[in-house]
């Protein structure tokens, strides 16, 4: 439709210039222009006097719009229009096809696979017309571009496609060659993330259109597909984690469907966990929270979360993504400070008895100049009270500051919790009490920088609870928003069963009021007073390296005391509050990588983070990473210093055979005194490389990367059926061997059609006027 009325395929327009081919210069021809436009304004308005009462208005200008715009338009052609426009010579131009072989291509749409579809379309004439102009060369695309002779030679079996970096190896490796245009069939499934700028730009520099034609349904029918699934990389033996999976589905909208979370390192396939959810709305993004014990061997544990397939899903390759957690067995230690006994302290720590991977040291003060110390490893430890020592108080991964006044503490030790949470990636929490929070004087402390509140300046903050046997109300529980996700919180699985859980829970004994949350800190869990006040329970935030939050009330011990026997509830939130606080505490070698699953390629940065015993940085240590992998893959790789970033180390290494890889990361440092060489530290993490994963997902006509492509190259998205409009527009290019040719547009259909269409508009108004 587009050729019939502008004559020229519609590249020739994008890639061509506009001239005017006439003698004349052109501001000549503007001058005429409106010397015609005001003489028949000039007209117009001489007659307005004989004129109808009607035509005195907006119909006589309008009449003369149109009557000047016919005497452009003819002005116009008189001066000769024409586009020049680069085209190909003919039998001097390479013409390159590249046809998607990846997995996605061999799904079956309407009775044939996508790649058979597009064999099919190539077959039916295209290819033999290109061939009637130019050399055609036939490629095959996946990770890379490969040289094929016949389509037969297709086969829809690679494991990944990446177009961008196929694309710029073949404008290398054809740099001596006249490539005219590249033809691209694809479904546009990329697993590198879309088409890089470094892609695009070698293109353009030999300005190589790439005509884009796309497979593929763009919208499925029926089809559950997971996007994400989001879960802590790193947990303590025994812990109890969230998985947050995210997911969207197209004919299923209100139906159920199972989520489940198995152990694929075990050679059954353990289930950890199930939940069956309604499905929303279709196209909408969905998030679900499930729950999970990851159990009590340590090591890397690839999990295994997926949706049960649904009747007639037509893809239930993508409805499963794995996810490493690297699990740690060596216990954590917490100093718990306590200012008074009192019943809060004990219950905490019978709480804290059945965790084996929190180990609870504490003191709790007698009177004024005693403290009683249970829990610690030998006679020295905490000997001499609050530690006053960066590698004392560093040995521990956690602190709890119960009823204690900000006074008990000097300016030294006040510095070394600050520089414990912000520099060790400690977790320190404060809890409610008569010599806590305000009341004790924190908010005139050089701490309230760590409190996720901002403490309240009035005094009086902490009241007891009054007997409720006496007739009076008393201060009850609920979760608040960003509690009901939260693993602290979680007391039973069920989303709405927890959070009537927590309305169930007995009365607190005593509370305080904490102050307003700070942006960014997140309120777990919220209290209302006997005045019906609703005041933060639980407020967490991160600080620094490390988090800190705050539990605003001695008397959760109630939960215990008054519930039924059996009841964990108690038991269960101060385990997972006290895991949450020292989970993410860093030792003093801490290795990372960017991604725990690789996909489809197996280049991977491991990055370690090297703090000596005060936890400042360690410039100066040797860090070196031992791998282990399948096939008896056994490397030494020496980590190198990453510049402006002291303590920090980096390595680049390649994963080249699927399956998983075991990294011990040591730092060594030599001692500056008798030079012997000493350990820092060490650390584990374990990756796994998957191959022909990505493949399986979002596999719809990715039309939006196939029409950006072919739009930044100059080239044009097509559909099959417009395939023989295709082989008319491919010559029209800039690169290759061309020339530049000059096209009329004076006697183009749609001039004529617009001049025939202005002059009966302009007498069908002047009749209908009556002025005819």
Request: aromatic content about 8%.
């Amino acid at each position: 439709m587009f050729e019939f009325f502008f004559k020229y395929p519609r590249s020739a327009y994008s890639e061509g210039q506009i001239a005017l081919l006439g003698a004349w210069p052109k501001w000549v021809l503007a001058l005429l222009i409106i010397a015609a436009a005001a003489g028949l304004g000039w007209v117009i308005r001489s007659q307005f006097k004989d004129a109808a009462p009607n035509m005195r208005g907006w119909r006589a200008w309008l009449i003369w719009g149109m009557q000047s715009l016919v005497a452009a338009i003819v002005l116009v052609l008189l001066w000769q229009p024409a586009i020049t426009v680069s085209e190909l010579k003919p039998q001097q131009n390479i013409i390159a096809v590249l046809v998607d072989d990846s997995r996605s291509m061999g799904i079956s749409e309407d009775g044939s696979t996508r790649q058979a579809q597009a064999v099919k379309a190539l077959d039916s004439g295209v290819l033999a017309s290109l061939n009637r102009s130019f050399q055609t060369r036939l490629y095959r695309v996946d990770d890379t571009a490969a040289r094929i002779e016949s389509l037969k030679d297709l086969k829809p079996e690679a494991t990944s496609t990446r177009i961008g970096d196929s694309l710029k190896q073949l404008s290398a490796e054809t740099s001596d060659l006249p490539i005219g245009a590249v033809v691209l069939l694809s479904d546009g499934g990329d697993n590198s993330g879309g088409v890089s700028a470094d892609a695009i730009n070698a293109l353009r520099a030999r300005h190589i259109p790439v005509h884009t034609v796309g497979f593929g349904r763009e919208r499925a029918e029926h089809d559950v597909e997971l996007d994400d699934v989001t879960v802590a990389p790193r947990a303590l033996a025994g812990s109890r984690l969230a998985a947050k999976i995210a997911f969207h589905q197209r004919g299923y909208s209100g139906a159920k469907v199972n989520l489940t979370i198995r152990d694929a390192t075990t050679a059954q396939g353990k289930v950890l966990a199930g939940r069956t959810v309604s499905l929303g709305q279709d196209g909408n993004q969905q998030t679900e929270t499930v729950m999970f014990d990851i159990g009590n061997t340590a090591g890397g544990r690839t999990l295994e979360i997926a949706a049960a397939p649904l009747p007639g899903e037509q893809n239930t390759a993508n409805n499963t993504l794995s996810r490493v957690v690297n699990v740690a067995s060596d216990a954590r230690r917490v100093l718990y400070l306590e200012g008074e006994p009192r019943w809060e302290y004990k219950f905490i720590r019978e709480a804290e008895e059945d965790d084996r991977m929190v180990q609870l040291a504490s003191m709790v003060r007698t009177s004024e100049n005693k403290t009683y110390r249970q829990g610690i490893g030998d006679s020295k430890e905490l000997a001499s009270g609050f530690p006053t020592r960066g590698e004392d108080l560093f040995a521990y991964s956690g602190l709890i500051i119960g009823s204690v006044e900000a006074g008990y503490f000097s300016s030294v030790q006040q510095e070394l919790i600050r520089d414990f949470v912000d520099r060790r990636g400690g977790g320190l929490l404060l809890l409610g009490g008569q010599f806590a929070l305000a009341d004790g004087g924190w908010n005139a402390s050089s701490l309230t920088e760590l409190m996720p509140t901002i403490l309240p300046t009035r005094p009086g903050t902490f009241q007891r609870e009054a007997d409720p046997r006496n007739g009076t109300t008393h201060t009850t529980v609920e979760l608040a928003p960003d509690g009901f996700d939260s693993i602290i919180t979680r007391l039973v699985d069920d989303p709405n069963a927890n959070a009537a859980k927590w309305k169930k829970l007995p009365y607190l004994m005593d509370y305080e009021d904490p102050g307003t949350p700070k942006p960014g800190a997140k309120v777990l869990a919220n209290m209302i007073t006997p005045e019906g006040r609703k005041l933060p329970l639980l407020v967490t935030e991160n600080f620094g390296h490390g988090r800190t939050a705050i539990m605003a009330t001695g008397g959760s011990w109630r939960w215990q005391m008054s519930s039924p026997l059996g009841d964990t509830a108690y038991d269960l939130f101060w385990q997972q509050l006290l895991r949450w606080l020292v989970s993410d505490s860093p030792g003093h070698v801490a290795a990372s990588v960017p991604e725990q699953i690789l996909l489809d390629h197996g280049a991977v940065t491991l990055t370690a983070d090297v703090r000596d015993q005060q936890y400042n940085p360690a410039a100066d240590a040797k860090v070196n990473a031992h791998i282990l992998g399948p096939g008896g893959i056994n490397a030494d790789v020496e980590m190198t210093p990453v510049p402006d970033n002291p303590g920090q180390f980096q390595a680049a290494w390649s994963a080249t055979k699927p399956g998983a890889y075991l990294t011990e990361v040591t730092a060594n440092r030599a001692d500056p005194n008798t030079g012997a060489v000493k350990q820092i530290g060490r650390d584990v993490l374990t990756f796994q490389r998957m191959d022909g994963v990505a493949e399986n997902f979002h596999t719809e006509q990715n039309r939006e990367l196939l029409e950006r492509l072919a739009s930044q190259t100059g080239g044009q998205y097509w559909k099959p059926a417009d395939l023989d409009k295709l082989v008319k527009a491919v010559p029209y290019s800039a690169a290759g061997v061309s020339l530049r040719e000059t096209k009329d547009l004076w006697d183009l259909p749609i001039v004529f059609l617009v001049l025939l269409a202005l002059c009966f508009s302009e007498w069908w108004m002047r009749r209908k006027w009556g002025i005819v």
